[in-house]
């Protein structure tokens, strides 16, 4: 990758790491802001973990393919976790979902 696309990525991989920490953040200091019962916390918080593990994995280390398994998984894992997470799969009722 030439320096400019290697800086690009990063600046990139940088925005997704500060936004899954600070949706994190958000969730964890007030429960209540978002309305979504502890199993929908719990999904939200381990997303933006995996989240921000495969941005820094991706972002820290030029030589790390994107296509690998390991990568991909946790990406997956981590759009899942959210997508199930902020429409309410997880909820009691579709009602508490976490669209406002």
Known sequence: MSTPGAI???AAQLVVFIAAASLFLVVTTTPTFLGANARGRAMLQLGCILLA????ARGSAVEIDPTTAWLM???LAAVVL???ALTGVAHRSARRGLAV
């Not at 593990?53 to 820094?56: H, N, R």
């Open 8 to 10: 690009v990525n990063l």
């Open 53 to 56: 593990i495969g941005a820094v």
């Open 73 to 75: 998984m946790v990406r």
């Open 82 to 84: 959210l997508v199930v």
